[in-house]
């Protein structure tokens, strides 16, 4: 069976009607909200605003800069590990995230930003970082199916993982009022299982046909670490983006700074462990340090206290080696759950962890800690949820994590079952993880011909190129 | 014909006597301003200005940091993609801005910032930003002749780009009051005409003697993603960076971030339409997805509607992609235009439809979608322009247009005349693209022998070195 | 004589057992500041602060990232220049900053921030810079031990470069009211001195050995650039993230902007001096054009004026060059200071010029140029301090230099001592540089073969090899 590959036609298509569709839908929907409309001068005066600086742009601009170089250097380079398959990693990374923005800011637009007065999305910095919040989930789908799949497959993946996101998040924050600032549940937990059950929907049973390429190089390896050190030096950021102004984002910050250098120093301890002679495995390295950030999501802007933090890296940077140690490979012969980066070690099990952290840390608020407003305003217990006690809180918090893990999985298997059907070009077995499908190729040997070649440099220069390049072979 | 290219006298040469010139000229005309003088806090209450937060430093130097990132690692790595001129890709271009961005200083200074009173220019952030941009251009040009010109050419090039620079950003902005926040016409229609102009002066027949070099390498292909990147994750900064505090800035980053958006889709649909098997190019994905933000340039900062932005992101990606995939082999063999990098289809197209597009929404602006307040403080009507209509602004956004093509032409003749002079040190045609011309290159032979040598590590340890060398040849 | 480099118990216990004593620690001393508690609304009212923009976060979140990107990036990448040693350098530098920045919370904080009526230690944003800056100075230190000690032995440098760190930033701070916002003296002189110090008693009489390891290859060069420039670029934040508000940091940025950007004129100029046919050497590009960014540390926020600052970088580009050129194999020599990085041309020369300039601008300082509030301001003559004047401060400066000195011959004479004891798991001579001892190393093999098979993927699925090799041409 030789599959056909040939994506000339469907990705062409897919991304120009898709991005015609995004014009017209934006056209009838999108417009600027106060703070991003001419108009904000007036609005300052109206309001009484003596500051330009008060404009939210400025709050949350240095944070969501840094949350795009996670989404498109952090997620795009961690994944370029694989020694052929680094455009596809990064290239395809990029499609689907920059189609999911422009998709996130409508479907989450309708749900959060919508003006009923003149049926309008208004959107403003806010909106573009809850969009790269919401591509993150299917680019963590991503990493479960790295090397197997077309993009035009990422491409409907991510039309769907983003619709199911926004539903999925509507329900956990606007219905039954859950914080999720960093998303733990919403981001990582969702988009974790939803790429996994799509891995086990598309288990390929012979696999092992390309398993040459399914190792890294040395170099490949070195980039896969720019990956990770955007992602780990940044997640601060990620977790504080939409915290509250003040002590909330000042807070979440801290304490994913924290955790996340807890989880370095347990994952290079059991890396370590894990080897006869105690070597490091780069796969860790490159991928359980980042656990802590993940597992912080929920909590970063509760008072978890600094050393609640180190506790949730330290314990998260340890189940995520182990996982990549036993689970890993466990799954994938008992469970046929093929993960090619390993996401349920990086995502699901510290997001679940981190949103169980999260739903005993609300229920366990108190208003000496938090102080009466503060504990008002961190959780937000106003209007509808003005009576709330913190253990109810808690316990909203619990059931938002098992409505992300349902989306995830219910979700997962249906696209699954769409991914499946014959006419996406994705690879056949052997020719997974490899570039070459899918992208043109510059001739490697090239490399060796420039060393060799330019110790003659001097009787190229006279001769016609023909005859050079007889000469030369 | 063998050239000479031993800069050893003339690169130190041009080096420290510019830069002395630098400290000479800093020393009589370049003070701190207002708000980065110690002085400031006495300033503050003579102005009564309550908080440290106004001071522009806090608006503005997130963004200036992002440029420099792309100024430095955007525009650098993007020219890492061949597979030899990786050192003198990012190293000359870091070379030339650091130059650059300190004669840009004194030049827009005398232009824009001098205080008549003491005869000296005062700088702060903006002026950072703006020495940033003002190399932009120059960095622009350097993509057209990347490989193909000495470090001295580029040290000469850059004096004069950022001359020429410096006086076209004067009659445009200040002259006839155009409005140009993110440079489409101002920094990339002049510096790829610049460079566009130079290459074709110095146009080398004979430059078929280095294809062998001419191509990427698998590796360097992904360094240069990495350039492509930064500089698409931070174009939002760049556009909004020197943009009005407030809505001016918020606006100007959601419109470039949602055009970027666009010309990615566009440019995976004609890359792979390209291809006969429907495979990516990697050289579209590099560099016409960043279209979107060079177009946005001159508009981010009007009302140009989100589903503005995406047309014209998604019209400057098929452009773009279109540029590599028929103009560039067009130019080079009919014009006599050799563009290494393709700054014709990256910065020349999109930054003339990025003027075009300016002076069209110009013209359509209206108080009902700016608001009165909104429209004066947008287009800066005031004072010498208080009377002019948004349709007299559409004209002289265009007349900004022509000026900046004319400059880049002109002065390209010019400079490209000047650079002919066989006294510069460049590179044989059959050398063109090699570093191994300019740089002491490591031996990379020794990569292969790490890996063969470390199998017989112990009978090495108690071995002479001279021996051990001998032995393992 | 064959060493044992078996870290598998010796690691994962110093990691494991020093984080769970960073989390005791943290338990007992470490709570939020008044900003990053929940109980900060509560205190704006109280202190009538109008605005979240007050809170610090805001004046110093965007330049804690990017300090933060340059201590794990940038120091990081900047040592991946070997051919075999990028895991280790980028893989330790991340090990053992995150180790240090929790353990720089607590002894710092003891130090500086100790809230003696509740026995806690309060961090806010400020207190994460100060723990970047403090591990900064131990991984200076790694530089010159770069490839030659084992993990185990960078863990126990950094635990005791910590400490001394603080005592001697103490010292010289808060006794001596010292300036020092960039750290010439505290971070750079003493790092490098330790460094230094460490490496002089650990000598290698038989390090040729390894002499096949110690050269770049290509890649692993331009992997080190993205080291350089991260540096490069973000050094105005490093040198302005603790300086005043307001002007304070304003100034520090534009001075290291400038300082920056002549170093790199006058290290091109002399590293192309350098070489018999004017070929630039990337180590000097890689490394002394950061030299203009260490000098400033102390004298950024001063009224050095723009082309002070010029001169600074200027001077310093041509120290550190000639260091590389002449310097280094001279030391390695005579002195038998084995210095990978060559930190002694770098931070050590620098950092002292650093120091030695802070000290004569702050003797030269004066009320005409500085203002009244604004002296008082930029050297803190207030309380304990209120009755000195410039040339008793800059007496204090160059005192402060010596303690700096001081501090890391000493300790690093102590230390190295420690280091010393045949314990720690570190390579032989023939070793060292070498990634393979403590990392599982991909089999680069594969890259080759990857490249050859990809023509006969076919054949794998249900064919046998030969057979389809055949068919497929």
Chains 1, 2, 3 share one sequence.
């Not at 455009?87 to 009923?116: E, P, R, T, Y």
């Not at 003005?386 to 619990?398: K, L, M």
């Amino acid at each position: 069976m030789t599959k056909n590959t040939n994506i000339r036609i469907s990705l062409p298509a897919v991304c120009v009607v898709w991005q015609i569709a995004m014009i017209i839908l934006f056209g009838v929907f999108i417009r600027y909200d106060e703070e991003s409309d001419a108009h904000w001068i007036e609005h300052m005066k109206e309001e009484n605003i003596s500051s330009h600086m008060e404009n939210d742009f400025y709050y949350r601009y240095p944070s969501f800069q840094d949350v795009h170089v996670m989404i498109f250097v952090g997620f795009g380079f961690l994944m370029t590990f694989l020694k052929r398959y680094s455009f596809g990693a990064v290239g395809f990374n990029f499609l689907i995230a920059a189609f999911g923005i422009q998709w996130a800011l409508l479907m989450q637009g309708w749900f959060h930003s919508f003006d009923k007065e003149d049926w309008k999305i208004k959107i403003g910095i806010e909106n573009l970082i809850n969009a790269d919040f919401c591509v993150a989930g299917c680019l963590i789908a991503y990493g479960a199916l790295l090397g197997k799949v077309s993009p035009v497959q990422l491409m409907v993946l991510t039309l769907f993982g983003v619709t199911l996101f926004a539903v999925e998040e509507y329900i956990i924050l606007e219905l039954l009022h859950v914080k999720d600032a960093g998303g733990s549940m919403v981001i990582h937990t969702f988009g974790a299982y939803y790429g996994l059950t799509i891995s086990w929907v598309l288990y390929r049973p012979n696999l092992f046909q390309s398993k040459r390429l399914q190792g890294s190089v040395y170099h490949s390896d070195v980039f896969a670490i720019i990956g990770t050190l955007f992602l780990w030096m940044f997640w601060p950021s990620f977790n504080s983006a939409i915290a509250d102004h003040g002590d909330g984002q000042h807070r979440a910050a801290i304490n994913t700074y924290l955790a996340l250098a807890a989880s370095v120093l347990t994952t290079f301890a059991i890396s370590s462990f894990s080897q006869k002679h105690g070597k490091l495995d780069m796969v860790h390295i490159q991928n359980a340090t980042l656990a802590g950030g993940v597992a912080m999501g929920t909590v970063s802007e509760f008072m978890i206290t600094p050393y609640g933090s180190l506790i949730v890296g330290f314990c998260t940077g340890i189940i995520s080696t182990f996982g990549y140690w036993f689970l890993t490979p466990f799954m994938e012969k008992t469970l046929k759950i093929q993960d090619t980066c390993g996401i349920h070690n990086l995502h699901a099990m510290p997001g679940v962890l981190g949103g169980i952290v999260g739903a005993i840390t609300a229920a366990a608020a108190s208003e000496s800690v938090y102080g009466r407003e503060g504990l008002i305003n961190t959780f937000d217990f106003k209007e509808a949820t003005a009576n709330r006690t913190v253990n109810v809180q808690g316990g909203y918090q619990a059931a938002g994590l098992c409505v992300a893990i349902a989306f995830g999985l219910i979700g997962g298997a249906l696209v699954g079952g769409i991914l499946k059907l014959p006419i996406w070009g994705d690879p056949a077995d052997a020719n997974c993880f490899e570039d070459e499908v899918y992208w043109e190729l510059p001739d490697d040997e090239g490399d060796n011909i420039s060393v060799s070649v330019h110790s003659n440099i001097n009787h190229v220069r006279s001769m016609p190129p023909e005859l050079y390049e007889r000469n030369n072979q």
